[in-house]
């Protein structure tokens, strides 16, 4: 065939076209369901927290229950991320830009398309993006694989646990359910100029007047999107693990997490988490520990 090289969305017929736009609008049909049920299944976990703490129930439940609701958060999240890029590749159907790399402009293969109807970066572009530079959702690799490769260069025993979207959240928070495990919560404060990663329990809601007395300055907000963006460029936001030092930020341990032996963060992504020893966080990272954080 003749300029295979330079074929664009012209020349993706109408009926592949049709196909793909039926295909995205299936895919976003699941997708509502499948946050429908998210929220459901969160509501559920709500209600039975107050039933739990009516009847005076264990508070190990109530952190289990706790941690599977920021599981659930996780997953919707992810869901959420799934949708605005199937609503973006509507979009460019709708505006006759479907099938275009939005980083190079060249044309993305039809065999691409028909395995991922929303991608929106040629495979060439994806790749660049994985490494680690720019490129919206397909960037999560590289922190994950930097924060591997620091950990394999320091010996440390850890396990990863990828949790495809398409799992229940039940059957990711029963993977998590491991007693003496605690899923860690990473927020990141801002005062003026600088940026602070704190690390809290995932039972945990950070007190930022407490943080203010911890890092010695006032006010302390928290971080704006955008500015975790710059910070942590190859995280998606909401999952950027307790490893400061990879960003040169100051890391802040609220106590209550060192009573743990292993704990379990998200890896730079929401589908992946990583556990490990306490001990070896401490030792790696050397966070700064005080008490800022209150349990929820
Ligand atoms: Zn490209």
């Known amino acids: 065939m003749e300029g295979g090289e330079a074929m664009t969305t012209a020349t993706l017929t109408a009926e592949f076209k049709d196909q793909q736009r039926r295909r995205l609008e299936r895919e976003r049909q699941q997708i509502l369901e499948r946050i429908t049920a998210l929220a459901a299944a969160e509501q559920a ?3 039975s927290q107050g039933e739990e703490s009516d009847a005076g129930g264990g508070q190990a439940d109530v952190a289990s229950d706790i941690a599977e609701q920021a599981l659930d958060l996780t997953l919707e999240r992810a869901e959420r991320d799934h949708l605005a890029q199937v609503d973006a590749a509507l979009r460019r159907l709708e505006e006759d830009r479907y099938g275009v790399c939005d980083e190079c402009g060249l044309p993305i293969p039809v065999e691409r398309l028909q395995v ?4 929106h970066l040629c ?3 994806a790749e660049a993006a994985q490494k680690g530079h720019h490129g919206r959702g397909e960037r999560q690799m590289s922190c994950k694989d930097r924060l591997e490769d620091f950990l394999r260069r320091n010996h440390v025993s850890y396990q990863v646990q990828h949790h495809p979207v398409a799992y229940t959240a039940q059957e990711v928070a029963a993977s998590e359910h491991v007693p003496g495990k605690k899923l860690v919560k990473v927020v990141v404060a801002a005062t003026n100029g600088s940026l602070y990663l704190l690390a809290l329990p995932a039972t945990h809601r950070v007190d930022l007047n407490e943080v203010e007395r911890v890092v010695g300055r006032a006010p302390v ?5 955008e500015e975790l963006a710059a910070a ?4 998606e936001v909401g999952a950027m693990p307790p490893f400061g030092n990879l960003y040169g930020l100051p890391v802040y341990v609220d106590k209550a997490l060192t009573e743990d032996d292993v704990i379990v963060f998200q890896a730079g ?3 992946d988490t990583i556990s490990m020893p306490y001990a070896d966080f401490e030792r790696l990272v050397k966070p700064i520990v005080g008490r800022f954080a209150r349990h929820v």
């Open 45 to 47: 976990l709500a209600e």
């Open 116 to 119: 991922l109807p929303w991608a």
């Open 123 to 125: 495979v060439r572009c």
């Open 221 to 225: 907000r928290l971080a704006h999107e």
């Open 232 to 235: 942590l460029p190859d995280c």
């Open 269 to 271: 992504t929401h589908t």
